[in-house]
């Protein structure tokens, strides 16, 4: 099985007000192709910070961390921008549209960065819409449609791009019960129909059973693994 995302004894320290702060302390963790992997801790457990360095936003102060197979550290930051794009789609809990663009062409943004082609932004933004069940939302602005519907245009704009890697911060967070259940049988079905990675970050404890692996942070270490033998 192939890794889609590698890290290997990785640390994240910060320096706050004189003294450092160590987020992450030395994280192993392998997420291959295809799996749907929930990461759950409380506030300060680290698990945002390893978000952050999964979606190539930030670089480990210590370790190893390969995504798609390309070492972080070794990147500069146009060679991270060109492998967030080429790599890694982004669904965030408060959705992150632009307010003032239709859903087609919010979805077609990140292909605007990758230097797609106007027509074929659009057909691949309609087909990703399709694909989220909201191909008669195309025209429409956030305000026009509900909480549940903004958080599918986020999902199809991830997806757009054919990443190996989705990254999910709390996407139920700001959904009622029936919008959650509704976007979480969409990342399911999506994991399943189209082999992305799925990595979601939750408080939730209902939400993480629902993924096929849990992994449990707690000051800045993996405190349990589900998908790891003991």
Request: some cysteine.
């Amino acid at each position: 099985m192939t890794a889609a995302v590698e890290a290997i004894g990785v640390t994240r320290t910060y320096p706050l007000e004189g003294v450092e702060v160590h987020a992450l302390r030395g994280v192993d963790l392998r997420i291959d192709a295809g799996e749907f992997v929930a990461i759950v801790g409380p506030s300060g457990s680290g698990k945002s910070t390893l978000m952050h360095l999964l979606g190539c936003l930030d670089k480990p102060t210590g370790g190893s961390l390969r995504i798609g197979g390309r070492e972080v550290a070794s990147l500069n930051e146009n060679e991270l921008a060109t492998l967030r794009n080429a790599t890694i789609g982004f669904v965030f809990q408060s959705f992150q549209l632009l307010a003032r663009t239709t859903a087609v062409d919010n979805v077609a943004l990140p292909l605007v960065y990758g230097g797609v082609g106007r027509r074929e932004r659009r057909d691949r933004a309609v087909a990703a819409l399709t694909s989220v069940g909201l191909e008669h939302r195309l025209g429409h602005r956030p305000a026009q449609m509900s909480g549940g519907e903004q958080q599918r245009v986020a999902i199809a704009r991830a997806l757009v791009g054919n990443p190996q890697v989705l990254l999910a911060d709390e996407p139920t967070g700001n959904l009622d019960t029936s919008n959650g259940a509704e976007v979480m049988a969409i990342l399911e079905r999506l994991n399943a129909e189209r082999g992305v990675a799925v990595v979601l970050v939750t408080h939730d404890h209902e939400i993480a059973e629902r993924a096929r692996r849990q992994v449990y942070f707690r000051d800045g270490l993996i405190e349990r693994d589900t998908g790891v033998a003991p």
